[in-house]
Nanobody, 115 residues
Framework: QVQLVESGGGLVQAGGSLRLSCLAS????????MGWYRQAPGKQRELVAV???????NYADSVKGRFTISRDNAKNTVYLQMNSLKPEDTAIYYCYANTARFRYWGQGTQVTVSS
């Protein structure tokens, strides 16, 4: 069982920055991949960024060059640095973790970008 707790969401003006954190209840050393999805009102959940335990990161086209995902295994935490935020980035952001058998989800954190 893996519990994930997100933090760092909030209200920001367009062009601003936020850093989301996702703290896992277990060591993330052996978690295959972690990442972030988001879901805006009336839209499907979409993948934002993923960071495998080894290998390169991957981003949605809409956030490339603006968002950066990173992981600190010593702190069991994954981060999403979001710069140059746009109103269309407004959504609930969910952290996830893939183990060999299951995908675990956090409860989500709201990000609202005002124009």
């Amino acid at each position: 069982q893996v519990q994930l707790v997100e933090s760092g969401g909030g209200l920001v003006q367009a062009g601003g920055s936020l850093r989301l954190s996702c703290l896992a209840s277990v060591s993330i050393d052996n978690i295959n991949a972690m990442g972030w999805y988001r879901q805006a009102p009336g839209k499907q959940r979409e993948l934002v960024a993923v960071i495998p335990s080894g290998g390169s990161t991957n981003y949605a086209d809409s956030v490339k060059g603006r968002f950066t995902i990173s992981r600190d295994n010593a702190k069991n935490t994954v981060y999403l640095q979001m710069n140059s935020l746009k109103p269309e980035d407004t959504a609930i952001y969910y952290c996830y973790a893939n183990t060999a058998r299951f995908r675990y989800w956090g409860q989500g954190t709201q990000v609202t970008v005002s124009s």
